[in-house]
């Protein structure tokens, strides 16, 4: 079966899987994911990669291959020569084990060595899947990558107004023909589509609009910075979604996509 069999598996079965309880941890199912892609077994993955570090290695890796680019205008051509430049990717990669596996300077020079090869190679294969969807996009111009948007919340409290500081660390904002689209990268099972917005507050479907919320929240802070004035739009890419043929950013609420200010 293919990771995202098991997955639909351990989903729909929960807790009757098996007794086991790694098969149940999404660290079990990052193996899964690697052993499908690299064709080993799952047991050949390092253990200590779990899905959240695996995810801000991919994070930071777009981060550093995207850095220069930065309020530029990327064309085709832009992407088309990164995705040619393997020693851009690869370094990119490098930099972001040495800060989020390593623990180092960016500067550090790291060995990427044993059952880390593997990790390496499937973050090199999501990324670069990134990059083609993106070229496929283009043009556009990122504005903000990682970056902490803050915000003050007044709330009261028996006639008391008090200032609540609120603060996101926005993944990608970037802007294409006008409009702004505030972007949130996804490495887990998450989801882009919600049956209603009331759907966002409840805690029972919290594990399934959790992203949905996360990205109505980044526009929400993104609404008292200089990009207020702009029409902003919502999307969350999904690892998951991207090698599926109907791959897309979107946002849906009752199966309609939809923006912010929807």
């Known amino acids: 079966k293919s990771f995202w069999q098991t997955y639909k598996v351990v989903e729909n079965q929960g807790n009757k899987v098996s007794s086991k309880g790694a098969f149940h941890s999404a660290a079990y199912l990052l193996q899964r994911c690697l052993a499908d892609l690299l064709d080993v077994s799952p047991e050949e993955i390092d ?8 995810g801000n290695i991919l994070h930071r890796t777009l981060q550093y291959i995207y850095l220069d680019k930065e309020n530029k205008v990327l064309n085709y051509s832009d992407i088309e020569n990164i995705l040619k430049d393997k020693s851009l990717i690869d370094d990119a990669i490098n930099k972001a084990f040495a800060v989020e596996y390593f623990k180092e300077k960016e500067t550090k020079k790291v060995e990427i060595a044993g059952r880390n090869i593997l990790v390496f190679d ?10 083609k ?14 970056k902490a948007n803050p915000k003050l919340y007044e709330i009261d409290i028996d006639g008391n107004s008090i200032n609540i500081g ?5 993944d ?3 802007q294409k023909d006008g409009k702004i689209t505030v972007i949130d990268y996804k490495t887990g099972g998450d989801s882009r589509s919600v049956k ?3 759907d966002l507050f409840d805690r029972e479907q919290k594990k399934k609009t959790k992203a949905i919320f996360q ?3 980044y526009a929400w802070l993104l609404e008292s910075s200089e990009l207020s004035d702009k029409d902003l739009n919502l ?4 690892s998951k979604e991207l090698f599926s043929s109907d791959f897309s950013r979107d946002i849906k609420v009752n199966y309609k996509s939809i923006s912010y200010f929807d």
């Open 166 to 170: 609120i603060r996101g660390f926005i």
């Open 215 to 217: 990205v109505f929240l």
């Open 196 to 198: 209603s917005f009331e």
């Open 122 to 131: 499937v973050i090199k294969k999501n990324v670069t899947q990134v990059l």
């Open 235 to 238: 999307g969350i890419i999904l």
């Open 133 to 146: 969807k993106d070229k496929s996009l283009t043009p556009f111009s990122i504005i903000q990558m990682e």
């Open 47 to 54: 253990e200590e990669v779990s899905p959240m570090l695996f």
């Open 172 to 174: 990608r904002v970037e």
